[in-house]
Structure formats: C-alpha cells, structure tokens
C-alpha cells in the first residue's frame, strides 16, 4: 500500500476555560492526496479552522499525528515548523490578510525572499503570478486600492510564490459576491491540477461541491467523506529551496513601514535629535572652550617647557654638571638648558626710571610669538614688558625698541652685595602678563663677569618630548629624583597647569552634556511607547509573516530594525543641525576680539552621537521586540 502525501492520525484539540474542558477536535483520521481539491465542510464552531491551523503547522499544541510524506510534525520545533510553513503551505485567507504598507507586487515578494531565488528571479515569478491571477496591470497598487475578488487573487498568487505542495485556503470566497466566487474556485482547481493539495475549509454546499471531494465535520467529528470526483494526475515539480528572511529583506520591509506612516515618524525622530543635539552642542562647546583658554595660555608659555630649581633653595642653590645629566637622564626629558635669575632689576632711559620684576635669561618656555614688536634678545640687547616700555615712553612705547637703556641690579659676590650696571639695546617689547626681563645667558654672563662674579646657573629650563600629555608624569619623575636621598628638585611649568585645567573644563563640560542627556532617557521611553504601539498596529502583519514561514526572530529583527532606523535619522540630524549652529556660532565669534572658534564638534563627538543614539534606541526595542517575536500566529490572523 502507497504512502499517502498526508496523513492525519487520531487528531484531537481541547481549549481549557479555567479548569473546564472544550474538546473541538475528537479524534481526527484522514488521508489526502496531491492533486486532490478538498472541501472541509461544516458550520461555524465545527473545528474546521482549528485542523486547518495543525495541518498548517500553525497550531503545535495538540494530540495524535500530522504525518507528511510518513513523517510526523508532533517533535518539530518552532523554527522546524517555520520551514514546513514556507515550503510546504501556502494560506489563502478570507479577510485577504495582505501588508496594507506594501504593494501588491512587494505582497507577493514577501514569500519569495524566503526562496534561494536571485531578487531578479523573484521579480519575474511575482510579476508572472500576478498576470496568472489577472492583475498585471495592478502592480503598483496597494491593498486598498483593490476590490474584494482582486484581494483575493493577490493571496493567491502570494500562495504559490514559493510553489508549496499544498495550499490552504480559509473560506477563500466568504467575502466575494457569485461572479468572484466563480473565478476564484476556479483557480483553485486550476491549483489542484497542477498536483499541489488544496483543501477549502467553508460552510457553503455549493463552494464544496466545486472540489473532487468533501469532508465534512460536525462538533469535532469527520461525519462524512465524500468522493466527487478523481484527482487529478501528479506532475513531478522542482521545489523551490526555502530559506528564513534575510536581514536586507526585514530591512526594506521597515523602511516601507516608516515611509507609510512617515509623519508620525518624523515627529518621532525630531523627538530624538532634541536630546542628542543637546549633548552633542554641549561637547563641541566644551571643546571649543577648552581650545580657546589652551590658546591663550600656549600663546604666552610653551607647556613642554618646565622650570626646575633646587628644593631648598638657600640663596638660589646653584647647579652642577651633575644636576644637568641626572636631569638629562629621566624619560621623554629632550634638553635641559642652564638659566639664571635675579630678582628685580631698574631700567632707565634718560630720566624715566621703571623696575622690572625678575630680570631672566631666555628660555624655552618663553614663546617668541609674544614678541610682537622686535625681536628676541642677542647679545648685549634686552627684551623688555609692554608695561616697561610704556613707562619709559608713555606716548610712544613701541618706540623704545632700539634705543639703549641702562639696566641695573643687586647680586651676591661671597658674603657681600654688589651692584650691577650695563648699558644694554632694547631688541624689542613682550606682549606677555609676566612680569619678566630677558637678556641671553651670554649676556647675562658678560654683565656679572664685568664686576668680577663667576656665572653659575640658578635654575634649569626642560624641554619635554611629545604631547603635553607627557608633561605631567615626566614632571613627576623629575620631582622624583633624588641627591643625597632627598628628593632635591622642584619642577614648575605650564604644561601641568593645562592639564588640571583641561582636567576641570572637561568635567564640567561632561556634567552638563549629561545634563542634557536625561532628555536621551526620555527618547527612550517613547520609542519604546512607540514600538509597543507599532506591535498591536502590525499584529497581523506579524501572524501573515509568520503563517508565510517567518521565525519568531525574522519577527523581533522587524523592530529592533525599526528602532535602529530611528537611531540613524535621529543622530544624522542631530549632527547636521550641529554643525548648522556651530557654523553661525563661530562666523560670530572669529570676528569679534575673541577671534577663535568656540564651538569644535569632533569627528569623535559626531560617531559618539551616533553610537550613543543606536545603543539607547536598540535597548528601547527588546522589550517590544520580544513581545512581537512572542505573538502567537493564530492570534495575530485574527486580530482586526
């Protein structure tokens, strides 16, 4: 005896209403065949629907057997079942059940991208099931530009896209008027005699008599089974290979859903860019403060250049040779120059007389752009503080640069105090607030050589290697080293004051941007109001797509892609909207007397936005993700 395509043994379905029982189905055995057009008659409540769904691998929680070519149903798992679905079913339904967001032809195509079929092979099976049905000149349309009878056709063809072995049709004509009916049993039958199984369920005599046989049921039971006419011959088919739905395919089926409910989307992704644009102007703002002060520091000082003196300092201790190479030794240290330094100093030109503060040899960590007027000193030359000249020439300060002026100062030689005079040319003015003299060593040499004193450096000048981000730790390690086993150096510069300042600049700047960012949390409540609402609006989208074969994972990718669309679109403006506001904002700003950029969104800050906004909208999305994924299938179908 042959095997039959299907088999049902012994099927029985119960529903519990609490602890009472409804048996629907009472012991289910039947047989069918391919090329076989079966009619599942019955009244309403008979249990037509609900075997229907068990055959469809819809339904899995039942007693009995579904055997399919001899093999049973009963131990598949869910992702087992979703396959049976896509290659073996193909559901026609009464309401239609078809995607109101896409087309007609992107209704068929759903089915299809679960095939191996290349997008252009899917195409042309769509475009030519369509014109089977007759609607090859209603492509374009959407569903509810169609009447009934075309709906129907539109389930049909999406039935046969992936050319199952047996196609459900669920009262296919309950909502079509005698002349639709007409055609649409008819290309059922047309089904039938190309060897697939087609069972109608309906409660109409005259829809059953069209098949080649009726079943009919009452209160769970097969009360009859009538043979009408011979089924027709089996043909031998390629099947087509079925395959779960591709990211790009889920993709594209949210991008479609966004664009038809475009401005309740848009309002939500301006929703979003609020609080990202919030932080994002808070971090370019940040920046651009923490540029302008480093500007103006490193315009005056050079912070890889360090000061280094004696830690107990009696009389100015002087250095040795011994000093220089301990110094010299210690990591990321480049050059180490000899200095010396004398407090306070006279200048005098003619009869105006003004006092210098220090009165120092040039170093490094003196930045020659503060010169602005003259030059740097050489010898026997002197670079005096705007403030100086002004004293020395109150109308014309700028003037002085040079002319020669007298500089005097007291100085040790042994136990005894001596005084210090040289006429020297004033090579040009300091626009620096510190209040320091410059001449070179080798003047400074000359002048104390001149009453007898051997030049002895008072203090070191550092240069630093790399960044000033090396400045810290490699002040650290100099102040480190020992003579004696006393830690013997004080190191000071303005490579460390950057660094604590940069230190308290970016926390409050991050204070703030968090600030700003409790609006991201409430983004993230109303994507997840939003996604909890696009899951009731999709249910039975969501029970279509998975009656087609989609797994419960094709079904939470649908929306955490959605969320991640709102994450995109949202930050991309955000950035956009960004970089218009720092635009104006610094046109104001460069040509004011601050003259600088003060707002700098970084290429970090923009991937920051965008990271943050993905991040926040993904975790949103489970919760709903999940719910969707979770949606029983019979259910969704039913949903209005």
Known sequence: MSMSFLELKNIKKSYYLGK??????????????????????????????????????????????????????????????????????????????????????????????????????????????LNKVGLGEQMKKYPNQLSGGQKQRVSIARALASDPEMIIADEPTGALDPQNTVEILKLLDDIAKDGKLVLTVTHSQKVADYGSRIVHMTNGKIDEDKKL????????????????????????????????????????????LIGLFAVLFMLGLGNGVRGYINHEIYSQVNPNAVTINHKESN??????????????????????????????????????????????????????NTVK???????????????????????????????????????????????????????????????????????????????????????????????VNNVDPTQKNINNLKVNGKKAYSVSGAGTIVTTLNTYINLAVYVLAAIAGISLLVSAI????????????????????????????NIRMLFLDQALLFGIFSSVAAIILAYA?????????????????????????????????????????????????KLDPIESLSQD
């Open 581 to 629: 506001i720092q635009l104006l904002i610094n046109n104001a700003t460069t040509g004011t007397a601050i003259n600088y950029s003060m707002m700098q969104i970084t290429s970090g800050n923009a991937i920051f936005t965008i990271i943050i906004a993905l991040i926040i909208n993904l975790f949103a999305a489970i919760l709903p993700a999940n719910k969707g994924a």
């Open 373 to 467: 007027h003259g030059h740097k000193p050489g010898d026997n030359e002197v670079l005096i503080t705007k403030d100086n000249a002004k004293a020395l020439n109150k109308k014309s300060p700028y003037s002085v640069i040079g002319k020669k002026i007298q500089v005097a100062f007291n100085t040790n030689k042994g136990n005894q105090t001596v005084p210090v005079v040289k006429i020297l040319t004033v090579s040009g003015v300091s626009d620096s607030q510190s209040p320091l003299v410059f001449v070179n060593y080798k003047t400074m040499d000359k002048m104390l050589a001149s009453n007898g004193i051997k030049m002895k450096p008072n203090f070191l000048s550092v240069d630093i290697s790399g960044g």
């Open 315 to 368: 009389n100015r201790n002087q250095f040795t040779q011994s000093d220089i190479n301990k110094i010299k030794s210690v990591k990321n240290v480049k050059d180490v120059k000899k200095n010396y330094m004398v407090m306070g100093a006279q200048l005098k030109l003619k009869d105006k007389v003004t006092q210098a503060q220090y009165f120092n040899t040039i170093n490094n960590a003196m930045v020659t």
């Open 229 to 272: 006419k011979e089924k027709y011959p089996v043909k031998k088919q390629e099947t087509l290979t079925s395959r779960a739905l591709s990211q790009k395919s889920i993709f594209n089926m949210t991008f479609d859903n966004m664009k038809y409910n475009l401005k309740r989307n848009l309002l939500i992704v301006f929703g979003g």
């Open 20 to 129: 009472e029982e409804f048996k629907v189905l009472k012991g289910i055995d039947l047989k069918f065949e391919r090329g076989e057009m079966v009619s599942i008659l019955g009244e309403s409540g008979g249990g037509k629907s609900t075997l229907m769904n068990i055959i469809g691998g819809l339904d899995s929680k039942y007693d009995g057997e579904v055997l399919l070519n001899g093999n049973s149903l009963k131990h598949d798992t869910s992702k087992q079942l979703d396959e049976y679905r896509r290659k073996t079913i193909g559901f026609i339904f009464q309401s239609f059940n078809l995607i109101s967001h896409l087309t007609i032809l992107d209704n068929v195509l759903v089915s299809l991208e679960m095939t191996d079929l290349s997008k252009k092979e899917q195409r042309t099976r769509a475009e030519n099931l």
């Open 526 to 553: 109303m994507i997840i109001v939003v996604l909890y609402i696009s899951v009731s609006e999709r249910t039975k989208e969501i029970g279509i797509l998975r009656a087609l074969g989609a797994t419960k994972g």
